[in-house]
């Protein structure tokens, strides 16, 4: 098989990794940009929240996938 029988729990980590770490730090530590070009000065709080918990969750599923099987 292509890339060993666990690619779809490798993938699945690594897509929950990324999301997890970008929307936390988008939070965390926001860019620095000048808004009269239209961008947001700030991430949405609530929703770059959900999104980081959704990645996090996405991510142990897989570790523990990845562990167990």
Request: hydrophobic content about 60%; proline content about 4%.
């Amino acid at each position: 098989m292509f890339l060993g029988e666990d690619l779809l729990a490798w993938l699945v980590l690594a897509l929950g990794g990324a999301l997890f770490a970008g929307n936390l730090l988008a939070v965390v530590k926001p860019p620095e940009r000048r808004t009269d070009d239209g961008q947001l000065a700030r991430a949405p709080i609530t929703r770059s929240l959900l999104m980081a918990g959704l990645g996090l969750v996405a991510a142990i599923w897989a570790l523990g996938s990845l562990i167990v099987g």
